[in-house]
């Protein structure tokens, strides 16, 4: 069973910076998303910033966070990391790394889709 692991989360202060990581516990095939959700407690888990895992590796970023964010990857170790700069105190949330995609289970070509959340973790900014 693949696991996705994250760490580097905590609390800072108002402009302060945090990277957060997130690394399979195996090597996994055929992701065709890599991502970062964040979720604030009685509201719905948000996209915060997806990378493309072809070879130019365009990033996408929700509004809120372009400029001040920026996501990596590494799809050799399926690892990507989310450094996150001048933070505010609306960025306060659980942050989810997602890992999407589509493997082939047989020599018939039967394949079968995966969706891989870490397990979260906090990052709190004080004002």
């Known amino acids: 069973q693949v696991q996705l692991v994250e760490s580097g989360g905590g609390s800072v202060q108002s402009g302060g910076s945090l990277t957060l990581s997130c690394e399979a516990t195996?090597?996994?095939?055929?992701?065709?998303?890599m991502a970062w959700y964040r979720q604030i407690p009685g509201k719905e888990r948000e996209l915060v910033a997806t990378?493309?895992?072809?070879?130019?590796?365009?990033?996408n970023y929700v509004d809120s966070v372009k400029g001040r964010f920026t996501i990596y990857r590494d799809s050799i170790k399926n690892a990507m990391w989310l450094q996150m700069n001048s933070l505010k105190a609306e960025d306060t949330a659980v942050y989810y790394c997602n890992m999407k995609g589509r493997v082939v289970v047989n020599v018939e070509g039967a394949a079968r889709d995966y969706d891989y959340w870490g397990q979260g973790t906090q990052v709190t900014v004080s004002s």
């Open positions: 990378i493309s895992t072809t070879s130019g590796g365009s990033a």
């Open positions: 195996r090597r996994i095939s055929g992701v065709n998303s």
